[in-house]
């Protein structure tokens, strides 16, 4: 019987649980709410029951467990510094209680970098040797994936797309830059536009749409200019430029065999990702990189599989050291910073 392995996906609205397979199939899933408010203490102990329940369901034991989740992470202490959408979730140690539990190794891992592995071995990227992964949401994630492996960088935050700068004199991005890609292009830098547009009245479409629901959205941007308003997707179809030079620019010195893309931006199909495709095309190395970019196969389930993937490869890197009799540390990652 193939191993399996325990993954997590914790999320702002539910913390998710399953076995899984080498193949990526999902065996057996089970979810709760993310807690509205709970004490570090509490949070942690509704994570160790939920894997505890997991394991406990399962047909046979699980080789190892990987949680995967937004924010500031340090893999080598198993410790989630700061995971902004799920209150209470800042500096806990949460996998020396999940190892001891449940008496498997456990790891943890920032969650655009474990989407990256998880199209790399489930998904879009199968196939690839080298790989780079963009999530194009809320705000701009990534992951580099070199020779099978994920590229975490000295510090944990290889990947950081998201903060490359592409606009010096552009607005000012969540991190204190100025012109960050993301504050370019991502589903908050596409609502601050959406609200610019309508205060500087030239979209009475997006108006109405706005006034209806008391907010503008991305998505009443997406919606606008889908109806035909000329000015909200001009917006998008700059937008999508922008993400095709930040991926370029990224394709140029990575030399990735694909470029995998995932995220709720996505769904602005070919107004966002036509123009992205054709700068990529523009630069250097882009028509070498293929210049398409392959979307994530991966659905609901990326978070899931994503962790999956990580315990996967912590399993080979870990039997890769038992077999050369090295007492080599395994990769780890310090600390990581993403927004998404
Ligand atoms: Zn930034």
Redesign the pocket.
């Known amino acids: 019987m193939a191993a399996t392995v325990i993954a997590g996906d914790l999320g702002g609205t539910n913390l998710r649980a399953a076995i899984v397979d080498e193949d990526g199939n999902i065996l057996l899933r089970r979810q709760v709410d993310t807690p509205e408010s709970a004490t570090r203490d509490e949070i942690t102990a509704i994570v160790v029951e939920l894997f505890r329940t997991v394991a406990r369901e399962g047909s046979e034991r699980a080789a190892a467990l990987c949680v995967a989740t937004a924010g500031l992470v340090d893999a080598d202490g198993g410790r989630v510094l700061l995971a902004a959408n799920i209150p209470g979730f800042r500096d806990i140690v949460l996998t020396p209680p999940l190892t001891d539990a449940l008496g498997i190794p456990s790891f943890i891992e920032n969650d655009a970098s474990a989407a990256a592995l998880g199209e790399f071995r489930f998904g879009a990227g199968r196939g690839a040797r080298h790989l780079l992964h963009v999530t194009v949401g809320t705000g701009i994630g990534g992951g580099i994936v070199i020779g099978g492996h994920l590229h975490r960088g000295e510090h944990g935050f290889a990947g950081e797309i998201?903060?490359t700068?592409i606009e010096p004199a552009g607005p000012r991005?969540?991190?204190?830059?100025r012109g960050?890609?993301?504050?370019v292009v991502s589903g908050t830098a596409f609502a601050r536009r959406a609200r610019e547009l309508i205060a500087a009245g030239k979209s009475a479409q997006l108006k109405a749409l706005a006034a209806e629901s008391g907010d503008a959205t991305s998505n009443q941007l997406f919606e606008a200019a889908r109806a035909g308003d000329p000015v909200c997707e001009a917006e998008i179809r700059h937008g999508g430029h922008m993400l095709g030079l930040g991926i370029g620019s990224i394709v140029n010195v990575l030399d990735p065999t694909r470029v995998t893309l995932s995220g709720g931006l996505l769904a602005m199909g070919d107004m966002l990702l036509e123009p992205a495709r054709s700068a990529l095309r523009s630069l250097p190395y882009g028509p070498a990189s293929g210049a398409s970019f392959a979307l994530s196969t991966l659905g609901e389930d990326a978070g899931l599989l994503g962790a999956a993937a990580v315990a996967f490869e912590r399993l080979e890197l870990a039997s890769g050291d038992e077999e050369q009799g090295t007492s080599r540390r395994r990769p780890s990652v310090p600390s990581k910073m993403r927004r998404r």
């Open positions: 998201g903060h700068i991005c969540t991190c204190g830059s960050c890609l993301e504050a």
